[in-house]
């Protein structure tokens, strides 16, 4: 099973640009979540899915948008890059609304 | 606002050792505490304590959960060099999805 799928591992972007981090799971989870790492700091959320159509804001959301239109796809969209917005990013998914997260291999995003 | 603080922040051990990571955290409407090993990628599941199940282990690996104290520890004994890792600890309270807030993270070094 491939499990949690994000891509693309790695980018760099010019401040002002736009990008998308796809993130797929063939788990068939309806929790689906992004998480941002920086260095020294814990994961903070951004925004979660409960279901196909649902999305809500979390812990840090401003700058990003996400949209949730199959079970399988969670996309993160950077709408105007900044270098605030330089981390990893993870996706991850989850099979009820408390328990284990899957996590995807992460997207390490540099904005210069 | 939900907290997580971790300690130490890293540790290094000789091959064999027993080391305890520790865990506090302040949380409303608390649900379950759940510890992460996080080598060079995506974080992986360990454990997941809640209020019907403050105490777990797996092979090596054991964590107690302190609900009146609100602290758990998760304890490693006769390490080995594959335990080198970063251990983070995160706090889930009730609520429609399985937000978790996350501590900054315990970094392991095993030597031999």
């Given at each position: ?12 972007l010019k401040i002002g ?96 | ?58 092979g090596r690996l054991s ?50």
């Amino acid at each position: 099973n491939a499990g949690v799928t994000q891509t693309p591992k790695f980018r760099i972007l010019k401040i002002g640009q736009s990008m998308t981090l796809q993130c797929t799971q063939d788990m068939n989870h309806n929790y689906m979540y992004w998480y941002r790492q920086d260095p020294g700091m814990g994961l903070k959320l951004i925004y979660y899915s409960v279901g196909a159509g649902i999305t809500d804001k979390g812990e840090v959301p401003n700058g990003y948008n996400v949209s949730r239109s199959t079970t399988e796809d969670f996309p993160l969209r950077l709408e105007l890059a900044a270098p605030s917005q330089t981390s990893v990013y993870f996706c991850a998914s989850s099979r009820g609304q408390s328990g284990e997260l899957f996590f995807g291999e992460g997207s390490r995003l540099t904005v210069l | 606002e939900d907290k997580v603080v971790q300690s130490p922040l890293s540790l290094v051990v000789h091959e064999g050792d027993t080391v305890t990571l520790n865990c506090s955290y302040e949380v409303t409407n608390f649900r379950s505490l759940l510890w992460y090993k996080q080598e060079k990628k995506a974080p992986t599941f360990l454990f997941m304590l809640t209020s019907s199940g403050i105490e777990k282990k797996s092979g090596r690996l054991s964590s107690i959960l302190d609900k009146k104290e609100l602290f758990s520890i998760l304890n490693i004994t006769a390490t080995q060099t594959g335990d080198s890792a970063i251990y983070l600890c995160a706090v889930e309270a009730t609520g429609t999805a399985s937000k978790l807030t996350f501590g900054t993270g315990t970094r392991l070094q095993v030597t031999l």
